[in-house]
């Protein structure tokens, strides 16, 4: 029987949920939350569930996004994840935004990028079997374009558009461009549907988030003198 995975993506005001049968995805409902996830999350689980007639305890797995992202939306999926998946006694993963943009390419290395704002990109580079060749990181767009290695590499992006202009005359200038969807939790429900397969799940309490960045607060925060 297919595992049944309930996935969701809160890292942006653009998120989305999803339910999956192994590696078929039954639905992926988009979800627009400028003002955060915490008033609409749990109506929109419960009617996404009613609609295919399953029940939380129908669940074999669950996933949420990791990060990076908005740090509230980050811990607000995770959060949710895990006090569903502890309340029933079920496995839980954590999936990485860019693997799960990585999904989507065709070539063997894969670079993902998205914007970071503040002038800097989220970015990494997978191979076909979504394991990372270089670690997320973020930066700014020319200095990650400068660290990518010298094979062919296709960019995947849910926006790439800002980006191309510094490809020109540059290595990768004619490199193959894949726009991924802004709406990732059908694909992170299959990376957890294939985890759960291979045994990398964890128990709901162990899954982390992935900021790969400080946030503002950290940024700035200076310890008292004395």
């Known amino acids: 029987m297919n595992a049944r995975i309930l996935s969701l993506d809160t890292t942006s005001e653009y ?3 999803a ?38 305890r129908d669940m074999d797995c669950f996933a949420a996004a990791s990060g990076p992202g908005s740090f509230t939306g980050v811990r607000i999926g995770l959060a ?18 860019l693997a799960a943009a990585a999904s989507f390419g065709s070539l063997p290395l894969r670079a993902v990028v998205l914007d970071a704002r503040r002038g800097e990109v989220y970015g990494a580079v997978y191979n076909a079997a979504l394991e990372p ?16 290695p010298p094979e ?11 980006f191309q202009p510094a490809l020109r ?24 549907a294939a985890g759960l397969r291979a045994g990398r799940v964890q128990e709901a309490a ?21």
């Open 80 to 97: 949710a994840v895990k006090g569903l998946a502890e309340v029933i006694g079920r496995p839980a993963v954590a999936v990485s935004n």
């Open 169 to 192: 005359g540059t290595r990768y200038e004619d490199a193959l461009v894949t726009e991924a969807p802004r709406v990732l939790a059908g694909a992170m429900a299959r990376i957890a």
């Open 133 to 148: 060749v270089q670690p997320e990181v973020a930066t700014s767009f020319t200095a990650w374009l400068g660290s990518l």
């Open 19 to 56: 339910l999956a049968a192994g590696d078929q995805v039954l639905e992926e409902l988009p979800l627009h939350a400028p003002d955060g996830f915490g008033q609409i999350l749990y109506g929109c689980l419960a009617r996404l569930l009613a609609r295919h007639g399953w029940d939380l």
């Open 152 to 162: 062919e590499i296709e960019f995947i992006s849910t926006g790439f558009a800002p």
């Open 206 to 226: 162990a899954i982390e988030a992935n900021y790969v960045r400080h946030s503002d607060a950290e940024r700035y925060w200076r310890a008292p003198d004395g």
């Open 15 to 17: 998120g989305s949920l």
